[in-house]
């Protein structure tokens, strides 16, 4: 998601700015600000991206076990959240 959110910024004309970006909780804001918050990105998109983040976070760094029901709903919403942006900014 990270990949299909940073391609999507650039996309849409913000380049120069997602190149200063380093961190996964920075590429989300500017997500949010820059195509959720001006609509151009459904919220529901934005949540996926937030919530599936936050999954991230809790395996990654605290070492919590994922159940397989949040592994494959992480999947799927990855899927989702890459074939919206795929046609939100398809020729781009």
Do not use: C, P
């Not at 820059?34 to 919220?43: C, D, I, P, Y």
């Not at 760094?61 to 795929?86: I, K, T």
């Amino acid at each position: 998601m990270f990949d299909a959110a940073r391609a999507a910024l650039v996309a849409d004309g913000g380049v120069d700015q997602v190149l200063g970006i380093k961190t996964h909780s920075g590429l989300i804001s500017f997500f949010s600000l820059r195509l959720v918050k001006t609509r151009r990105v459904s919220v529901e998109l934005g949540k996926s991206f937030n919530k599936v983040e936050d999954l991230r976070l809790l395996a990654d760094y605290r070492g919590d076990a994922l159940e397989l029901a949040q592994a494959q709903w992480a999947v799927e919403q990855a899927q989702w959240f890459v074939h919206g942006l795929q046609t939100l900014f398809k020729g781009k």
